[in-house]
């Protein structure tokens, strides 16, 4: 069975502030690793994901992410928070199987303060 | 480009009327299709998916059900509401046999029964 977990369930940054979102997650075998956000009332909308190479994989909007083996981590940051970041962000792992049985994270509410 | 396209965006409806949630995907040919329900804006639950037309997989047991007319329509369906399928729906889609593919989410349904 695969798990993510996202400890935080609120951040809170200050604009212009570096801003971390935790993810540590359990698959079998190679993971598959995503990053979506979520605007009220709306779809998610994908951000990055590592699928191997590169530890460290650059997204949408100037977010980064990364992975950690020994951690079992991928955690989502961004040098310089702005207002607009401010969402919901979730993490979602997959083994090796179709995209769509990834198991999402109960999602991190992102707010950034002016 | 690809596009999809999931309505209503909200939709109430009392408790024993039935249900149809309908998405559209534009601009590909087969996709795997999906069908996740939202609750208290937080984690994702995958309740169907699709890799073909008339190919249904049911995640969880419940008062739902999916159906996939044609290879870019996915349908959520149900004969009675309870009030236990109010929640925020989405549909998503993503490349066939690619298996590090993100997903693509609608915009989402807001479901609520009463």
């Known amino acids: 069975a695969q798990s993510v977990a996202q400890p935080e369930d609120q951040v809170n940054v200050a604009e212009g502030n570096p801003l971390t979102v935790k993810c540590t997650y359990s698959?079998?075998?190679?993971?598959?690793l995503f990053w979506y956000v979520q605007y009220p009332n709306r779809g998610l909308q994908f951000l990055l994901k590592?699928?191997?190479?590169?530890?460290l994989v650059k997204g949408s909007y100037g977010f980064e992410a990364e992975f950690n083996k020994s951690q079992t981590s991928f955690h989502l940051k961004k040098p310089s928070a702005l207002v607009s970041d401010s969402a919901l962000y979730f993490c979602?792992?997959?083994?090796?199987?179709?995209?769509?049985?990834?198991?999402f994270g109960d999602g991190t509410t992102l707010t950034v303060k002016p | 480009s690809q596009t999809i396209h999931q309505w209503p965006a909200t939709l109430v409806q009392p408790v024993g009327s039935p249900l149809s949630l309908e998405c559209t995907v534009e601009?590909?040919?087969?996709?795997?299709l999906y069908w996740y329900r939202q609750a208290a804006g937080r984690g994702l639950q995958l309740l169907f998916y699709?890799?073909?037309?008339?190919?249904i997989s049911s995640e969880v047991p419940q008062n739902l059900s999916a159906s996939r007319p044609q290879d870019r329509q996915f349908i959520l369906s149900s004969k009675k509401l309870l009030l236990s399928d109010s929640g925020f729906y989405l549909c998503?889609?993503?490349?066939?046999?690619?298996?590090?593919?993100?997903?693509?989410f609608g915009s989402g349904t807001q479901l609520s029964v009463l």
């Open positions: 601009g590909t040919s087969n996709p795997n």
């Open positions: 699709s890799v073909g037309i008339g190919q």
């Open positions: 590592y699928i191997t190479g590169d530890n």
């Open positions: 979602a792992v997959r083994g090796n199987t179709n995209a769509g049985k990834s198991t």
């Open positions: 698959v079998s075998g190679n993971p598959y």
């Open positions: 998503a889609w993503s490349v066939a046999d690619r298996t590090n593919e993100k997903l693509f």
